[in-house]
């Protein structure tokens, strides 16, 4: 199994890399892609691609980090994309959750485009952020044709919307929530989605699924979130496994 969002990079995880990894691959996980949120962030995430053979990197700057990011930065993430790990930028995206201020949420908008424009010139995928600005990113992703397409992380839009990211080349990364009784929405993503279009994450070490909600997550914990979407879905464990590995590699070109 391949767990397709995870910050092992976190600072929760510092001088634990190894312990992660073994929990992980005693379960069957063997791949992973360590997502960056800032430049620091990335930097590790590479740092850890190197040291690991299941590790690969996403660099990139998150869009709640926007606002504090240095005028090289971005200078610095490209340094990053020749790296033969670094397979993605990432994440990048819209956050209107925590910033509500339109300068702020236009500093994000800035970010994105600028980081699109990145990956297309490196003919890289990537892997998108988007919370509470569904429509936003959809239209920004409309007028910034993205070549190799990319992941919408942690889905949380609706069934109907999921139709229009996939229309444009994306993916849709399921994590924990998937297992919490109450999201209905990406209960129903998970049961509809195209075979050829979804991946299992974690996004540790937050949203840890059912029954370790609320505590620290792991990738240990993809196969929780495989069973239920194989119940969702009515296929097998083994095909869920077999259709989010290939989609991953196929993604991401691995
Ligand atoms: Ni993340």
Redesign the pocket.
């Known amino acids: 199994m391949i767990d397709s969002?995870?910050?092992i990079n976190d600072k929760a995880f510092l001088n634990r890399e190894e312990e992660y990894i073994k929990n992980a691959n005693s379960v069957g996980v063997d791949t992973f892609l360590v997502?960056g949120?800032d430049l620091s962030m990335s930097k590790k995430a590479v740092e850890i691609a190197n040291r690991y053979e299941g590790c690969f990197a996403a660099v990139g700057i998150?869009p709640s980090d926007s606002k504090n990011a240095g005028s090289n930065d971005l200078d610095e993430i490209e340094k990053l994309l020749s790296n033969n790990k670094v397979v993605a930028i990432g994440?990048i995206g819209l956050d209107y959750y925590w910033d509500k201020e339109e300068n702020i949420k236009a500093h994000q908008k800035e970010y994105f485009v600028k980081q699109i424009e990145l990956a297309n010139k490196y003919n890289l995928p990537i892997?998108i952020?988007c919370r509470d600005a569904y429509e936003d990113c959809l239209n920004i992703l409309k007028e910034h044709h993205v070549n190799r397409g990319g992941v919408m992380?942690?889905y949380g839009g609706s069934k109907e919307m999921m139709k229009e990211f996939i229309k444009l080349g994306f993916y849709i990364g399921i994590g924990g929530t998937v297992t919490f009784k109450n999201a209905v929405k990406i209960k129903e993503v998970a049961a509809v989605v195209p075979s050829d279009r979804y991946l299992l994450e974690t996004?540790s070490p937050?949203l840890a699924p059912t029954p370790h909600r609320g505590e620290e997550n792991q990738s240990m914990y993809i196969p929780l979130i495989r069973d239920q979407i194989a119940e969702l879905r009515g296929i097998s464990k083994e095909q869920v496994d077999k259709e989010t590995t290939e989609n991953f590699k196929r993604l991401f070109n691995i």
């Open positions: 969002h995870c910050h997502v949120c998150h994440e892997s952020h992380h942690c996004d937050y």
